[in-house]
């Protein structure tokens, strides 16, 4: 198994608040993603990083941010939640063709 | 508009029996991954693929890159293949990722 992980896995919070998730990897990969899955949706891209400093957005990033200050961590910041960001979260790391996801976080906002 | 369409969205099959699942994209990829989704759970790849067919166990997957698609065979199905299973096509760094299709074996 490839090593990431995220934290919290789970986390209620208030409309308004900032909440960050964190991804950790011990696999050195370059490329890191987080996406949001939601029913009727599927996977959807929020930000990835292709290394250290180096972001971009994805499709659904309104609201999000993130940085990647170390090569093994990748944090996504909620900058002042809304309900319609209740979702589960996941990381994925990338290196060559592969793909690992994290164990996902579970974050619901009221 | 999707680059990777799945089909069946929901499937029920009985125990044992023989299931496919499959997989089209519109754009040029450098591999394709099935992914496993169990309830509640985390995902993993089952199957990275770029040519031809790749066993493991009861599953196959099989690509064809001239037609774009793929599918995802399981074999005598069991009630612990229940899962989503996603299809994802690698486009240069960025995956794209079908919606998903819930498999449900019963007993």
């Known amino acids: 198994d490839a090593g990431i992980t995220q934290s919290p896995r789970h986390k209620v919070t208030e409309t308004g608040t900032p909440v960050t998730l964190r991804c950790h990897q011990t696999e050195n990969h370059r490329y890191m993603y987080w996406y949001r899955q939601d029913p009727g949706h599927g996977l959807r891209l929020i930000h990835y990083?292709?290394?250290?400093?180096?972001?971009d957005k994805g499709e659904v990033s309104d609201g999000y941010s993130v940085s990647r200050s170390k090569t093994e961590d990748f944090l996504l910041t909620l900058e002042s939640a809304t309900s319609s960001q209740t979702s589960v979260y996941f990381c994925?790391?990338?290196?060559?063709?592969?793909?690992?996801f994290g164990e996902g976080s579970w974050l619901t906002v009221v | 508009k999707n680059e990777v369409e799945q089909s069946p969205q929901n499937l029920t099959a009985q125990e044992g029996e023989f299931i496919t699942i499959n997989c089209s994209y519109s754009?040029?990829?450098?591999?394709l991954h099935w992914l496993q989704q169990h309830p509640g759970g985390g995902i993993v790849s089952l199957f990275m693929l770029s040519s031809g067919k790749k066993k493991h166990g009861r599953l196959i997957a099989t690509i064809n890159i001239q037609e774009k698609h793929s599918s995802l065979h399981i074999t005598a199905s069991h009630p612990r293949d229940s899962a989503v299973y996603i299809c994802?096509?690698?486009?240069?760094?960025?995956?794209?990722f079908g919606t998903g299709t819930s498999l449900t074996v019963i007993p």
């Open positions: 994802a096509a690698l486009v240069g760094n960025q995956f794209y």
């Open positions: 994925a790391i990338s290196g060559g063709n592969t793909i690992y």
């Open positions: 754009v040029g990829i450098s591999a």
């Open positions: 990083s292709y290394g250290v400093k180096d972001t």
